[in-house]
């Protein structure tokens, strides 16, 4: 469990960057956080964003920071990326990496870092709902859905949280079903499962 030597730049994350629209999908499909993913690639003002690679127990994770805050915490299907080189927000980065690995090695509870979450309202509600949810506890859909503000609109969480721009720091894994078992994870859910035990919570 380590974070990758090296430092990523994903400059001007726009399409039309691309020398041809087949390498643009092959980088999409690199981060399976992929409709948050697209989003960024997709914005017509030009967006550029310091990135790493953290190495979990259980996958690699891409960090992005931008004008001092963290924006991406996404798990990835491949680690290798190909990227320009540039040290902007090191140091955020850096201690992002600290408290993860702290994280894993369960001397940390929870996270201290400047975020940026891009996304609609209801989005942002949800993601913020999360944040709520204490170390070694789990709420299900229907109460972040209450704490969201639309205590109804539980398929609607359900795609927040898949869109989540942050795992682990918007802890989405631990929202499960009403029923104890362990619900949905876009990611995965052994990944979730892991997660869940980390933290010490039994689910079935």
């Not at 726009?14 to 643009?24: A, G, I, L, P, T």
């Not at 914005?43 to 992005?64: D, I, N, Q, R, V």
């Not at 204490?134 to 609109?153: D, L, N, V």
């Amino acid at each position: 469990m380590q974070r990758k030597k090296g430092f990523f730049c994903f400059a001007f994350l726009n399409e039309r960057n691309f020398d041809n629209r087949q390498n643009y999908k092959k980088l999409c499909q690199k981060c399976t956080s992929l409709p948050y993913f697209i989003y960024l690639c997709r914005m017509e003002k030009h967006f550029a964003t310091s990135t790493t690679l953290f190495e979990t127990p259980c996958g690699h994770l891409l960090l992005g920071a931008e004008s001092g805050c963290l924006c991406l915490c996404s798990w990835l299907r491949e680690p290798l990326l190909t990227a320009i080189t540039n040290h902007a927000d090191a140091l955020l980065l850096n201690e992002a990496c600290r408290q993860l690995q702290e994280y894993f090695a369960h001397e940390r509870q929870d996270f201290l870092l400047p975020l940026s979450m891009s996304g609609t309202l209801f989005q942002k509600r949800a993601w913020q709902a999360m944040l709520t949810i204490p170390y070694g506890q789990t709420i299900s859909y229907a109460e972040e859905a209450r704490r969201a503000g639309h205590p109804t609109a539980l398929r609607a969480v359900g795609n927040a949280n898949g869109r989540n721009p942050l795992v682990i720091i918007v802890p989405c894994h631990r929202v499960i079903a009403s029923n104890g078992t362990i619900g949905g994870y876009s990611d995965g859910l052994d990944r979730k499962r892991f997660l869940l035990q980390l933290e010490g919570i039994a689910c079935r």
